[in-house]
């Protein structure tokens, strides 16, 4: 429908008011969400656009520490740096280029732990979790792009 004049615009808006019963009939009766679209959780499933998500992961605490890490440089002439999460923490807040940011981001014990666990699932390329029957222990990679 044209909606260049104030008339159109009226005509079309009573059209919709007039449809909106039997809209809303079939979405609660008839409307059956497709399989690939059904969510557990939700009902419906969510979708994140790449690129926004990418973003907003850009921001988290976790890509901050991984920011930190890569400017700590804790794993000197080994690769791949193994340690606890204790340790690391404790790397970052001694070391003159990350205490300040550390300090800040890392305000409780476990927070460098907890951190690591979400990039070992976000980020399994650089953070692997290394756990042993005596000690949690993590694995990180450099970034070959950051050397």
């Keep these: 429908m044209p909606l260049e004049s104030p008339g159109e615009k009226r005509a079309f808006w009573g059209q919709i008011e007039k449809e909106l019963p039997g809209f809303l009939y079939f979405l609660l009766y008839d ?11 939700f009902g419906v499933a969510t979708f994140h656009h790449p690129e926004l998500a990418q973003h907003l992961q850009e921001l988290s605490p976790q890509a901050e520490l991984l920011e930190l890490i890569d400017l700590l440089k804790p794993w000197g002439t080994l690769d791949p740096w193994e340690g606890s999460s204790k340790e690391l923490r404790l790397q970052l807040l001694n070391h003159d280029s990350t205490c300040d940011d550390a300090r ?19 980020h399994p390329d650089r953070v692997k979790d290394g756990r042993t029957k005596h000690a949690r222990r993590w694995i990180v990679f450099r970034a070959y792009d950051n050397q």
Excluded: V
């Design 31 to 41: 409307y059956r969400i497709p399989e690939k679209l059904r969510d557990r959780r």
């Design 104 to 122: 800040r981001l890392l305000k409780y014990p476990n927070a460098c732990g907890e951190y690591l666990g979400d990039l070992a699932k976000s």
